[in-house]
């Protein structure tokens, strides 16, 4: 851990310390530019902890040459895992180190305009620091640093409990939030092997001091980046995107059970989740049986799970080489 500024920063009732949490994986060739869009921040007193998450090539390095020589106002600490953690497991790992009352998130491939900090704590503070997680809209932005069009995630202030997450479920990006340091008290790290942070941290959020949207585009987000849709190239990598992806959806399912448990809300929460985990529990299984006989047995005496579903499945993890035309046919649309 390597603090390039020595002093610690002084905070006041009137202006709060405040972290950033800036966290990379095999981003060597872009994550300079969010390293420097983070130092460029206007708002002080502000801590910035920038992390890699063990990446495999020299995104360390790239860190470490962005902050040499810095001697701005903010404190920096650089840092890397010893291995690969995850998103929500490295995200977790910096939130308990951190000392600002507010958390702000951002990513490797992502840039923070400079006035991002001050405009979020301005509308924490206007709101008398009650939001648990402010939220801000996002400029598109191409992989040369083009900016285009504004992204505008679902708007999070009419969000008052559980019953309005579960009737609208949010489209949210993890890169462009902010949560207040108590939300991680009260609820604790988040379980590794969840995807990514943004459903989970809004969840917490909303059954507890609520959240905010700041129509503003505060961040610009890469495209191509770690988030971006995946191209297959093969009925292998296809099939091993979906058992990753199965791994992710009852990771965060289960964090999200917890939560709910913590909030009060888990029994509403049990009931609303057991159709979904139903599907995921007989996606591991499908994968994980031992031969043709299981899975014939899963395919015909599961009742909890739609026919289709399950024949899908069944053919995915019996005979993949089905998919190869389909995977062919999209790689030529693409080059046309």
Same mark, same amino acid.
């Given at each position: 851990? @390597?603090?390039?500024?020595?002093?610690?920063?002084?905070?006041?009732?009137?202006?709060?310390?405040?972290?950033?949490?800036?966290?990379?994986?095999? %981003?060597?060739?872009?994550?300079?530019?969010?390293? /420097?869009?983070?130092?460029? %921040?206007? +708002?002080?007193?502000?801590?910035?902890?920038?992390?890699?998450?063990?990446?495999?090539?020299?995104? +360390?390095? $790239?860190?470490?040459?962005? @902050?040499?020589?810095?001697?701005?106002?903010?404190?920096?600490?650089?840092?890397?895992?010893?291995?690969?953690?995850?998103?929500?497991?490295?995200?977790? /790992?910096?939130?308990?180190?951190?000392?600002?009352?507010? *958390?702000?998130?951002?990513?490797?491939?992502?840039?923070?305009?400079?006035?991002?900090?001050?405009?979020?704590?301005? &509308?924490?503070? #206007?709101?008398?620091?009650?939001?648990? !997680?402010?939220? @801000?809209?996002?400029?598109? =932005?191409?992989?040369?640093?083009?900016?285009?069009?504004?992204?505008?995630?679902?708007? !999070?202030?009419?969000?008052?409990?559980?019953?309005?997450?579960?009737?609208?479920?949010?489209?949210?990006?993890?890169? $462009?939030?902010?949560?207040?340091h108590r939300l991680f008290e009260r609820f604790g790290p988040m379980m590794p092997g969840s995807a990514a942070e943004d459903q989970i941290m809004t969840f917490r959020a909303i059954v507890s001091g609520g959240a905010l949207s700041l129509r503003e585009p505060l961040v610009r987000y890469r495209r191509g980046g770690l988030s971006r849709k995946r191209r297959y190239q093969t009925t292998a990598e296809m099939v091993a995107r979906m058992r990753q992806g199965n791994g992710f959806a009852l990771a965060t399912a289960a964090q999200i059970q917890q939560d709910a448990d913590i909030a009060?809300?888990?029994?509403? =929460?049990?009931?609303?989740?057991?159709?979904? !985990?139903? /599907?995921? %529990?007989?996606?591991?299984?499908?994968?994980?049986?031992?031969?043709?006989? %299981?899975? *014939? #047995?899963? !395919? &015909?005496?599961? /009742?909890?799970?739609?026919?289709?579903?399950?024949?899908?499945?069944?053919?995915?993890? @019996?005979?993949? $080489?089905? +998919?190869?035309?389909?995977?062919?046919?999209?790689?030529?649309?693409?080059?046309?």
């Amino acid at each position: 851990m @390597t603090p390039s500024v020595p002093s610690q920063p002084s905070s006041s009732p009137a202006k709060p310390l405040v972290s950033v949490l800036l966290i990379s994986f095999n %981003q060597e060739k872009i994550i300079a530019d969010a390293v /420097r869009s983070v130092l460029a %921040q206007t +708002y002080s007193p502000l801590e910035i902890i920038i992390s890699d998450d063990a990446s495999s090539d020299a995104t +360390y390095a $790239a860190i470490e040459a962005a @902050t040499l020589g810095y001697s701005g106002p903010h404190q920096v600490i650089t840092r890397r895992n010893a291995a690969n953690e995850g998103i929500s497991a490295h995200l977790s /790992r910096l939130a308990a180190m951190a000392r600002g009352e507010l *958390l702000f998130v951002a990513a490797g491939d992502d840039m923070s305009v400079p006035i991002r900090c001050e405009r979020v704590v301005d &509308t924490w503070l #206007a709101h008398d620091k009650k939001p648990d !997680l402010i939220a @801000t809209d996002l400029a598109d =932005m191409d992989e040369t640093g083009n900016v285009h069009e504004l992204m505008a995630p679902t708007e !999070l202030d009419g969000y008052r409990g559980i019953d309005d997450w579960l009737a609208n479920n949010p489209w949210l990006i993890g890169a $462009a939030h902010a949560w207040s340091h108590r939300l991680f008290e009260r609820f604790g790290p988040m379980m590794p092997g969840s995807a990514a942070e943004d459903q989970i941290m809004t969840f917490r959020a909303i059954v507890s001091g609520g959240a905010l949207s700041l129509r503003e585009p505060l961040v610009r987000y890469r495209r191509g980046g770690l988030s971006r849709k995946r191209r297959y190239q093969t009925t292998a990598e296809m099939v091993a995107r979906m058992r990753q992806g199965n791994g992710f959806a009852l990771a965060t399912a289960a964090q999200i059970q917890q939560d709910a448990d913590i909030a009060g809300v888990g029994d509403r =929460m049990r009931a609303a989740l057991e159709p979904k !985990l139903a /599907r995921e %529990q007989f996606i591991h299984a499908m994968f994980n049986a031992g031969g043709l006989g %299981q899975r *014939l #047995a899963l !395919l &015909t005496q599961t /009742r909890n799970v739609k026919l289709g579903l399950r024949i899908r499945m069944f053919v995915y993890n @019996t005979c993949p $080489a089905v +998919y190869a035309p389909s995977l062919w046919l999209k790689r030529l649309k693409r080059k046309a």
